[in-house]
T-cell receptor
């Protein structure tokens, strides 16, 4: 069966520090991968999506970047965190070209102090 | 993708059916209706989706009107653990899901 792993679960980082969040998927090949962010009390905002290795599309300009070094690995990064980067970060995957839904990871709650 | 309209909040008594409405009057012929829910501090969970026909699974039933301009998610016997934000999304298969505000369902004892 397919599983998605996201870590860490919680993270407190000072302003100006770097960030690296990792997401891996097991049990499927060539998935679509997504990074979403949810600010406190707000809805989910799509940040990045990827349809293949090295293929990254950004939905909104921001202080973040994403990379997909392997088929089932998706990384969210920042060189210097801002206070506004605080939020709940969620990774998700879906089947390429499929009509089924997304499967989300358990999320990382990031607090920038 | 077509936009959806959902009530911001609803209450339901434990053990009763929860009927969550969604309007999607601009849905196009190849767009599916998806339902997700998000329990506090967790990632969204896929519930069900459909194109034209009504659908049922172990979690819920999805009723889509004949003109496809609205749908209803039915939780047949709501429990306290069903308290969550429920998102209705219409999407062309293969496109990115865009989440709106959803309906905050509160199941009360």
């Amino acid at each position: 069966s397919q599983t998605i792993h996201q870590w860490p679960a919680t993270l407190v980082q000072p302003v100006g520090s770097p960030l690296s969040l990792e997401c891996t998927v097991e049990g499927t090949s060539n998935p679509n991968l997504y990074w979403y962010r949810q600010a406190a009390g707000r809805g989910l905002q799509l940040l990045f999506y990827s349809v293949g290795i090295g293929q990254i599309s950004s939905e909104v300009p921001q202080n973040l970047s994403a990379s997909r070094p392997q088929d089932r690995q998706f990384i969210l990064s920042s060189k210097k965190l801002l206070l506004s980067d605080s939020g709940f970060y969620l990774c998700a995957w879906s089947v390429l070209g499929g009509t089924g839904g997304y499967t989300f990871g358990s999320g990382t709650r990031l607090t920038v102090v | 993708d077509a936009k959806t309209t959902q009530p911001p909040s609803m209450d339901c008594a434990e053990g009763r059916a929860a009927n969550l409405p969604c309007n999607h009057s601009t849905i196009s012929g190849n767009e599916y209706v998806y339902w997700y829910r998000q329990i506090h501090s967790q990632g969204p969970q896929y519930i069900i989706h459909g194109l034209k026909n009504n659908e049922t699974n172990e979690m819920a039933s999805l009723i889509i009107t004949e003109d496809r301009k609205s749908s209803t998610l039915i939780l047949p016997h709501a429990t306290l653990r069903d308290t969550a934000v429920y998102y209705c999304i219409v999407n062309n298969a293969g496109n990115m899901l865009t989440f709106g505000g959803g309906t905050r369902l509160m199941v009360k004892p």
